[in-house]
């Protein structure tokens, strides 16, 4: 079966600090895909990247970047110089390639940023 | 992509009663997802909703509590049946074009059962 863990619960940092959201996931499958979300209080879901099992290249989009492990199964999101309008509820998410499209989601990191 | 409107984004019901919940997609989609994120909690699958047939439900939701209909590829709807406090959360539809790509989600909608 397939699951995912953030065991951050909270994380509090002062702006412009570099913060890690850590993600470790579990699955059988060989093909499978990864992603963030990032849920702001207002409540909906933003879609932050997607990385298929195959490609382990780690990726950048302006202050943000990931590092995908697949020796540690892990998905870790970094966040560089971090902002108040970071402020949110970051989720990791799992589908396996057999599996019927759903994500497995993560418990959650509750993320603040002070300024 | 897939744009999906979600209503109502918020309600507040009394226990007992029952509230339908509904999902447009923008296109045409073979299956949509209900997920229930209570109050604090992460995303938890409640069913899948597959045009022409029933839904599956995962572990510990019950037709009876959650009927869904999906009468096109375009459309479905959740109601959540005879109410209590404890069905307090953020219900939202999911769809997702393929098994590669990302799902995409409605607003949510944020019930409240007094």
């Known amino acids: 079966a397939q699951k995912v863990t953030q065991a951050q619960t909270e994380i509090s940092v002062v702006e412009k600090e570099d913060v890690t959201l850590d993600c470790v996931y579990e699955t ?3 093909t499978y895909y990864l992603f963030w979300y990032k849920q702001p209080p207002s409540g909906e879901l933003v879609f932050l990247i997607r990385r298929n099992s195959f490609d382990e290249q ?15 199964s892990s998905f870790n999101f970094t966040i560089t110089a971090s902002q108040v309008v970071d402020s949110a ?10 599996s019927a499209r759903q994500l497995t989601f993560g418990s959650g990191t509750q993320l603040t940023v002070l300024p | 992509s897939a744009v999906i409107s979600q209503k109502p984004s918020r309600d507040i019901c009394q226990r007992g009663t029952s509230l339908t919940i509904q999902c ?11 997920y229930r994120q209570q109050p604090g909690q992460s995303l938890t ?3 899948t909703a597959n045009q022409g047939s029933e839904a599956t439900y ?5 037709i009876d509590k959650f009927p869904i209909s999906r009468p ?4 479905s709807t959740l109601t959540v049946s005879n109410m209590s406090p404890e069905d307090s959360s953020i219900y939202l539809c999911s769809v997702r074009l393929d098994t590669i790509t990302e799902a995409f ?10």
């Open chain 1, 89 to 98: 509820v970051y989720f990791c998410a799992l589908s396996e390639a057999t």
């Open chain 2, 105 to 114: 989600f409605g607003q949510g909608t944020r019930l409240t059962v007094v």
């Open chain 2, 58 to 62: 995962e572990s510990g939701f019950v």
């Open chain 1, 28 to 30: 059988r499958d060989t």
């Open chain 2, 72 to 75: 096109n590829l375009t459309f």
């Open chain 2, 45 to 47: 699958l409640i069913a």
């Open chain 1, 58 to 72: 780690n990726e950048i989009s302006g202050r943000y970047s990931w590092n995908f492990q697949k020796s540690t």
């Open chain 2, 24 to 34: 447009q997609v923008d296109s045409q989609v073979t299956m949509m997802f209900w």
